[in-house]
Every structure is written in C-alpha cells, then in structure tokens.
C-alpha cells in the first residue's frame, strides 16, 4: 500500500514536471539514448528485428513500406519544420509530442499554427511508430503468462501484470478491450493502453484510450478529453497501411493476428518507465 502510493505519488510529480518542463525555466533535455536524433535531425528508427520476422502477423512488404516510405515521409517533415525552429530542437521528441498545440508552448516558441499542425501529425507519427516498433517481435514467442509476474519484477518496479488484473481480470480480457477499441477507430488512428494517476486521486490506473490519425494520449494540447490521456505502454497501429496487404479490409483479423506479435517484456518495462517519467527511453 505505501509502496503503491509512493509510485502514485512519483508519478504525479514525474508528470507534472514533464508538464511543466519545457514552460518554466530552462532545463536538461532528456536524453534519447538510441538512433532516433542523429546531430539534431531524426533519422528513421530502425526495426529491432528484419522485415520479414513478423509474419505470419505482418507481411515483409507492409513492414518495409511502413518503416522506410510511411515513417520516413513523417521524419523528413519533421525535420523539415525543425530546420526553421532551433530552439525546439534541443526539446526530446516526447516533449515535442505531449507539448504542441499548448498555447503557453506554441506561443513561448512562436510556433505558426500550420507548423503545430504539422508536428502533431508527424511528430506524432514519428513516437507512435518508433514506440510501436519496440514492443513487437517475433509472433507467439512472448508468452505473458510466463514473462509477467504479480511479484514487482524488480525491487521497486511495479508489476504490469498486477495492474492488469486489477483492472481486467487477465491479459487476455485486456487485449480483448484493446482490439476492440482498434476495431472501432472510424478511419484512421491507435488504440493504447496507458498509464495515469488514478482518477480517486491515489494511485495509478490502467486505461485503454484511442488516437485519431497520429494523435498520441500525451499530447496535451490536441486530446482535449482528459479521459483519453495519459502516458502510452502499448500501442496498436489501425491505419490501413499496417495491414491492407495481408488483410484488406478486415480491420479485426489483422488484430487478432497482432497481439500474437506483443514482446511482453518490454511493455513491463515501458510500465517501469512510465511510472517514473522517463518516456523517451520507451522508444529506444
Ligand atoms: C555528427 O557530427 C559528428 C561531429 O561533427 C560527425 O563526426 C558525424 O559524422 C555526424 N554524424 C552524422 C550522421 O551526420
Ligand atoms: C522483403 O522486402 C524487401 C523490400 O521490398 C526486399 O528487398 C526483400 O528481398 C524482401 N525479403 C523477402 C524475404 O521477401
Ligand atoms: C507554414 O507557413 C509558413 C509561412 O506561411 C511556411 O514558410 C512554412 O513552410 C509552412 N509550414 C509547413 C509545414 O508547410
Ligand atoms: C499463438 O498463440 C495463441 C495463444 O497461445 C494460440 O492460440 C495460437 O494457436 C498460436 N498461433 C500460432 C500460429 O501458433
Ligand atoms: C479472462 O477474463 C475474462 C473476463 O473476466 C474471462 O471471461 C476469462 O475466462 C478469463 N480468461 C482466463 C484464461 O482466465
Ligand atoms: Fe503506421
């Protein structure tokens, strides 16, 4: 019990410095620890496994298009807005993503509503995906019943599977809720399953939100219904080009198949990260 409402309470103070971050005095960005920034422009994050290790989940064709043509037109708009805003450049892209469209943000870095516009849509598109690349392997090889445990993984780190039951019952009631908010995103989007301070005002909860377009629950400035906020663990893409090829228009089997691809592994440790603020190492 104090255990849990410390984490609530490292939590809610690791969130509202995030908040607080990049409005108040000048502070040390977070350090992305992976190939996403390379000499301030982002490069296209890599794939943690070949294109053709996910089938029979995802097709190799999907995956390369995906990475290299869908991700890398997002990267290279990015980029291209970042050129004209320097002192944006030096924020982590999760600042990035959870601050646009902030008045308070928008008008300190005297961001034009256009270029807002084009980070929530790219800047948005670059997170969801670097994240959804890192919490996929290969299909049926992370078994949640044997890689989550009730016991706190580690000392301190709290355990995924705990929250899910309490929440859910189980991993498969919860993955149930998952695709079936994937199932109903009209047009394009995310479902998630996030992270927040608990709405009791002690401890956290689990939630599962979705996303339109590539909206993300931490960007404040765009989701304005704090119900659908909070800091994503595990991320689904619904867009048609993650799945047309293999599954045309069937939006559930391609889910399905999906959550056979989840590495349980590192949504615990996205858990762990979330809970004590570091969301950017989530995507490395
Ligand atoms: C980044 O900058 C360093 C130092 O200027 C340089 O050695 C390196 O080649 C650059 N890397 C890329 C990918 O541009
Ligand atoms: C996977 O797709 C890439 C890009 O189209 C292609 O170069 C590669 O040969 C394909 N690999 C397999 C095993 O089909
Ligand atoms: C936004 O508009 C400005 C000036 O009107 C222009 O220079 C800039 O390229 C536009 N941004 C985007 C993302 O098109
Ligand atoms: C993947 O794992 C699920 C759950 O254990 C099982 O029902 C399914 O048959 C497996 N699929 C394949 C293709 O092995
Ligand atoms: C998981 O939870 C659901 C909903 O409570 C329940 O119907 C189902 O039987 C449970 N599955 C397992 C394997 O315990
Ligand atoms: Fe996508």
Not at 46 to 69: K, V, W
Request: aromatic fraction near 10%; charge should be positive.
């Amino acid at each position: 019990m104090a255990k849990l409402a410390r984490t609530a309470a490292l939590m809610a103070a690791a969130l509202l410095l995030f908040a607080m971050g990049t409005i108040g005095t000048k502070r040390t960005p977070i350090p992305v620890q992976c190939n996403l920034k390379v000499n301030a422009t982002y490069a296209i994050p890599g794939l943690p496994l070949a294109y053709d290790a996910y089938m029979p989940a995802i097709d190799n064709e999907t995956m390369f298009l995906h990475s290299q043509r869908h991700v890398g037109a997002a990267v290279t708009a990015v980029n291209g807005v970042l050129a004209r805003y320097p002192e944006l450049r030096v924020l982590s892209l999760s600042e990035i993503v959870s601050q646009i469209g902030v008045k308070r943000f928008n008008r300190k870095y005297a961001i034009l509503a256009n270029d807002s516009i084009a980070l929530r849509n790219n800047a948005g598109s670059l997170w969801n995906h670097a994240h959804f690349w890192q919490i996929m392997t290969t299909f049926n090889s992370s078994n949640p019943a044997t890689v989550l445990t009730d016991a706190e993984p580690k000392a301190g780190v709290p355990s995924l599977k705990a929250a899910i039951t309490a929440k859910w019952g189980n991993t498969t009631a919860m993955l149930d809720a998952l695709r079936a908010t994937g199932a109903g995103v009209f047009g394009s989007g995310w479902a998630w399953l996030v992270v927040r301070p608990a709405a009791s005002g002690s401890g956290y909860e689990l939630a599962i939100v979705p996303s339109p377009n590539q909206d993300n629950p931490l960007m404040e400035g765009y989701t304005t219904d704090p119900a659908r906020r909070g800091i994503p663990i595990l991320g689904v893409d619904v867009w048609e080009h993650a799945y047309y090829l293999r599954y045309r228009n069937v939006r559930p089997a391609y889910l399905s198949s999906w959550v056979g691809l989840v590495d349980w592994a590192r949504v615990q440790r996205n858990y762990a990260l979330a809970v004590t603020g570091s969301i950017d190492l989530m995507l490395c």
